[in-house]
């Protein structure tokens, strides 16, 4: 692996996709024995859980379900901490034990807004699963019960994760260059 450039910045490799795929198999393991006997509905954030998701599905042993919703930080002049749903719920989510997919949770509001809404629609039992997880910028109130990585407050891409819509495609995790 080198160091490579997305746009203008340059990258350095982070985490490899040995790692990532030891550790994928691991929280899948996890959810396998936590989840036994049940029926969950996996659900996949768009766009940045899609690998993710399809390798922890790959590894998941139960009678289950996957479904996608995708949002993204509202674009209008008072963006910041506005999160907006470009593809909705189509599923039956009530009575549904789910597991919300995601790449990474950094200050924790897209996951908020995700879990409102499966409440709201009479979920059974909510699970959240992420792949990465940023503790310095997490400022919210809820447990997340399948965490991968712990990582710093740096920017990373590939394994899904973009910079400016480039850099998904990466098998690998990579880290910005200071
Ligand atoms: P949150 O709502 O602040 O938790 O942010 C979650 C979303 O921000 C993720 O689903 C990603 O799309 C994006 N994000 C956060 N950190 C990174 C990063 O280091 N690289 C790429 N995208 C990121
Ligand atoms: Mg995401």
Redesign the pocket.
């Known amino acids: 692996m080198n160091v490579i450039k997305v746009h203008d910045k340059q990258f350095r490799p982070f985490i490899p996709y040995e790692k990532i795929e030891d550790e994928v198999k691991r929280m899948a393991w996890e959810i396998n024995n936590d989840l036994e006997g049940k029926t969950p509905l996996f659900l996949s954030?768009l766009?940045?859980?899609f690998m993710f998701a399809a390798d922890l599905l790959k590894n998941i042993t139960l009678d289950s379900e996957i479904s996608f919703v995708k949002l993204a930080?509202y674009s209008g002049t008072e963006s910041t901490q506005l999160?907006r749903q470009l593809i909705g719920f189509d599923e039956d989510i009530y009575g549904r034990t789910v597991v919300v997919v995601?790449?990474?949770?950094?200050?924790?509001?897209?996951?908020?807004r995700v879990l409102e809404q499966l409440k709201d629609m009479g979920a059974h039992e909510i699970k959240v699963a992420t792949l990465?997880f940023?503790p310095e910028?997490?400022s919210r109130d809820y447990e997340i019960h399948y965490k991968g990585f712990d990582i710093g407050n740096?920017?990373?891409?590939g394994y899904g994760?973009?910079?400016n819509r480039q850099g998904r495609n990466l098998k690998d995790i990579y880290i910005i260059e200071e």
Not at 104 to 111: A, E, W
Not at 154 to 157: L, T
């Open positions: 954030v766009n940045g859980s930080s999160v995601e790449d990474i949770i950094d200050s924790g509001l897209t996951m908020e990465l940023k910028a997490f740096e920017f990373i891409i994760l973009d910079y």
